[in-house]
């Protein structure tokens, strides 16, 4: 009696897709969860610069020089959050070479800056270590992604104090110059002496905070948030914007220590120095970010008025 004849599929094994990992009974091998390997990243950089930043919040950031530091802290953490969930989309090419370059870079940066209390270096090499272990768990994907809140990282290094009182010095002049014309052009009774200020009776000196380069970075930091949150998508009328963006800090320090003038002259030098003083801040910064908005209204006009005289007929 013979057997019947097997068919060519019987014994056939079922074979995984293309890459994919195996037992040897043939199920499909599952790695560990990467949400893990994601946790531990966030709390070895918890454990490595917390320090650092209890530090900067106990210390430079404190300063009125330095008080943008927690803000834009505070952004970065929410633009990072804002792109995590486009992360399960990209693709998973983990490019170990440059990352743990990087890696390295970053922590022999950090060892030199903590030891030797360079916050310069300390504070940067965050920048290093945080696109290190992008490069390390997703690859060159998640950097194209979150690149603006790494190069926003950079608002948060303080800066050297050299490069501060070089360039602060000329700032704080031409700040108190113009502050000068317009108030005498509009008959008020002002004189200036290099960075003081006379105005009636009293005596007003141009601070490093009201005219100083780091208000003029943080301004900077300002007006680059406004255009990555607007998204234009004209690359020219981005880059003019953000050419502009300097003149318009410049502008906006100038009517700061503007509105000082006035609120010390009309109210009185403890008005002025008290809780207005403060207060000036906010105009600075409202200041800015109307007339960021402004211009960009104006370069949208233009826009619109170049669109459409090519698309006339000649």
Not at 91 to 97: E, G, I, L, N, S
Not at 146 to 169: G, R, Y
Request: a neutral charge; proline letters at 7%.
């Amino acid at each position: 009696m013979s057997l019947p004849a097997l068919t060519a599929g019987a014994h056939a094994e079922s074979k995984p897709p293309p890459g994919e990992a195996t037992y040897g009974c043939g199920q499909p091998l599952e790695g560990p969860d990467p949400r893990w390997s994601w946790l531990l990243a966030f709390a070895g950089l918890a454990s490595l610069y917390g320090p650092t930043l209890w530090g900067l919040f106990h210390g430079v950031w404190v300063s009125d020089s330095q008080g943008h530091g927690p803000i834009v802290f505070a952004v970065v953490i929410w633009l990072f959050a804002r792109s995590a969930p486009q992360i399960g989309q990209l693709p998973v090419q983990p490019a170990p070479t440059p990352g743990w370059t990087l890696f390295a870079l970053g922590l022999l940066m950090y060892v030199i800056g903590r030891s030797q209390d360079i916050l310069l270096l300390e504070v940067g090499s965050s920048i290093l270590v945080v696109l290190a272990l992008q490069l390390l768990f997703v690859g060159p994907a998640l950097p194209k992604l979150m690149w603006f809140p790494i190069f926003f990282m950079l608002f948060m290094v303080p800066l050297p104090s050299a490069i501060v009182d070089a360039v602060t010095q000329p700032m704080k002049m031409a700040v108190s110059y113009c502050a000068d014309i317009v108030m005498s052009s509009v008959g008020y009774p002002i004189s200036r002496t290099g960075v003081i200020l006379y105005v009636g009776q009293y005596q007003l000196l141009v601070a490093d905070a009201c005219a100083g380069l780091h208000t003029l970075f943080t301004l900077e930091a300002v007006g680059l948030l406004y255009m990555n949150l607007i998204r234009h998508e004209s690359v020219l009328r981005n880059v003019l914007l953000a050419i502009l963006i300097v003149p318009i800090s410049f502008t906006a320090n100038v009517i700061r220590v503007i509105v000082l003038c006035l609120v010390t002259y009309h109210l009185g030098d403890e008005a002025g120095q008290g809780f207005l003083h403060g207060f000036a801040g906010m105009v600075l910064f409202m200041a800015a970010l109307m007339l960021i908005i402004g211009t960009d209204s104006l370069l949208r006009v233009a826009a619109r008025w170049h669109a459409s005289r090519s698309g006339a007929p000649s």
